[in-house]
């Protein structure tokens, strides 16, 4: 059973790497595309709903695809490295629903936030990232360790344009060695410690951001 | 109807050729609804002013457009003889005003909510620094020695490092009261500020308030429901009704004798309830 350990690590470390950098490009989306969906300029609010429904409704094999078949093909003659592909993919992908999170997450800061910044003359700027985003951050997390969750799991999908992550390897050695039942038990231990270190980093970043705040406390 | 009310004192020893705040015509409209019908008011520099009325009278929205949290339809505000959103152009006529120059007058007012809108997840220091450092560009150093000094005089200097959620309400609306005075306004406007409190807490807030207008020469609006706090601190006292000002004059003429049915009606039953 050791020998099984080095190429399912090997996967593992794949999937790790596409899972933290995804993140990255999925909070980033999702910051910009929710900016975009509460915009007063119509023109940047369409572009961000029709980049959320598009990433949303639909498929996010045939999305991977798209990135990795289609634009190298004319006309758009765009080649992206399947690790490239992978990240953008599942960033793009979980962003969109991360996008509709957090716009629900800024609607729900209560409207006398922004109205003692408009009283205390704070530019646009400082009230969006000093005063209304970090309110909304700490209620964006719980539906937030969901989607990055998703995105791990999402990851296992990255063996069909060709990268070697866990699940790839775990499927790979079921056939070579036929120790189904140890290397399948494995890949799913791997993944939940995973998805365990996901909700643990989410849940320190949450105690800073509600540092001060007693839910149900004092008021 | 007309606007005009039956007393038209005000104070004697406030200048009348510069007002601090003028309405002129000052109309808002929300759909059919007329919450400002032609509103005609100034307020000298210094003087007191205590609105009252019933609910959906236009109070509170009175100085939501003072605050240009809302706009208006028609007519004119004019802060330090400066209008509020519009401004001269080259040949003087006025057209709406910039966002740069809205904020410069803008800076001249300071409000403090009913609803405290402390920034939770801020301490009392950084919700008084925060905009005297971003807004008015003071150093860290002398925002938070402007901070000590109106926490002291608010009394809750040894609540420096403490959140919001860690104070009473009426402490909250006393950080408040600190965190708009630190912008250093000209007028400062109390929306209801001790409606949301208990009856125990009312009084300690209501003492910063009494304070504030001995030591500074400061105008003030305030909506509010206490008649009694309205009685001794005011110099004028405005009574609303469908918008308009329906009667003002000092606290003794329109407590000890109003003049108009509506006022008489609406002060009794306030008198009734407590």
Redesign the interface.
Known sequence: MIELLPLLLQGTWITIKVTLLGSLVAIACALLAALGRISPIAPLRWLAIVYIEVFRGSSLLVQLFWLYFVLPMPPFNIQLSAFAVAVIGLGLNIGAYGAEVLRGAIRAV?R??A??C??????PM?RFG??IL??AL?AAIPPGTNLLIELLKNTSLVSLITLSDLAFRARQLNQATLMTLEIFGLALLIYFVLAQLINLGMRLLERR?A????RG??? | MTTLSTHTATPADTPQDAPMVAFRGVTKRYGELTVLDHLDLQVAEGEKVAIIGPSGSGKSTLLRVLMTLETIDDGVIEVDGQPLTHMPDANGSLVPASARYQRGVRGMVGMVFQSFNLFPHMTVRQNVTEAPIRVLGLRKAEARQRAEELLAMVGLEDKLEHYPAQLSGGQQQRVAIARALAMRPKVMLFDEVTSALDPELCGEVLNVIRRLGDAHNLTMLMVTHQMGFAREFADRVCFFNEGQIHEQGTPDELFGNPQRERTQAFLSAVNEAH
Do not use: D, F, V
Request: hydrophobic share 35%; glycine share 12%.
């Open positions: 209560p006398g936030q109205e003692a408009h009283a205390l003359n704070l530019s400082t000093r005063i970090p309110q700490l951001l540092r001060g705040r007693m406390g004092l008021s």
